[in-house]
């Protein structure tokens, strides 16, 4: 008779609350982060400057973002399937008014962290955007197999940098990503959307 190995047991999908409940966790902790490194370390935070003009450009860019996505996602197998697994994971269980918390949350938290003070404090030059851009790739960093969406989120952190330096503004970044997130994220809901019986 021959031993069966043991059957690992599937890891269990998070719930609703239990997103919605990390993604606050994650934006509070993220946000702590930032504000101890502005107390203790000598760096100030990238300006917020709120005008039309800076709305506009972080809109524009969010939508180049989210298209380019969408093309790289069309082209890149191995970047749909990772992205496929990660946006299962985190958009499969949430409500289409949910949504706006994943555009919000990570888009203001993110961006005050790895661009409001990491690339003020390592340096508003392109050292300081490559740091800020790998340490934010490496964040969407859940598995292995995501280093396509690793690879993704890394080029979209140099974009948003590069952004942030050259406006002097992080208020452009943050529309920017809060776009993406929103946008991108109601895409692929209305797109995976299983037929409720």
């Known amino acids: 008779m021959t031993k069966q190995p043991p059957s690992r047991p599937e890891i269990e999908p998070l719930t ?37 003009e800076a709305l506009i450009l972080g809109l524009g860019i969010g939508m180049m973002v989210t298209g380019v996505s969408g ?3 069309r082209l890149w197998p191995a970047y749909r399937q990772s992205a496929d697994l990660y946006l299962q994971m985190i958009l499969k269980p949430l409500l289409l008014p949910d949504l706006i918390w994943l555009g919000l949350l990570p888009g203001m938290s993110e961006e005050l962290l790895f661009r409001g003070v990491m690339l003020p404090a390592v340096g508003l ?46 208020l452009v970044p943050i529309v920017a990503h809060v ?19």
């Open 16 to 52: 609703r609350i239990q997103i919605l409940v990390a993604m606050g966790i994650t934006a509070v902790v993220l946000l702590c982060i930032a504000k101890l490194w502005l107390q203790f370390g000598s760096v100030r935070l990238l300006p917020v400057s709120s005008s039309p």
């Open 71 to 73: 093309l790289v996602y």
């Open 125 to 170: 030059n392109p050292i300081g955007i490559i740091t800020s851009s790998l340490v934010f790739g490496i964040l969407h960093l859940s598995s292995p197999q995501q280093w396509p969406y690793v690879i993704w989120a890394t080029v979209v952190g140099l974009l948003l940098g590069f952004c942030a330096v050259v406006t002097g503004n992080l």
């Open 179 to 197: 776009v993406t997130n929103l946008i991108s994220s109601c895409l692929w809901k209305l797109t995976h959307r299983e037929v409720e019986v």
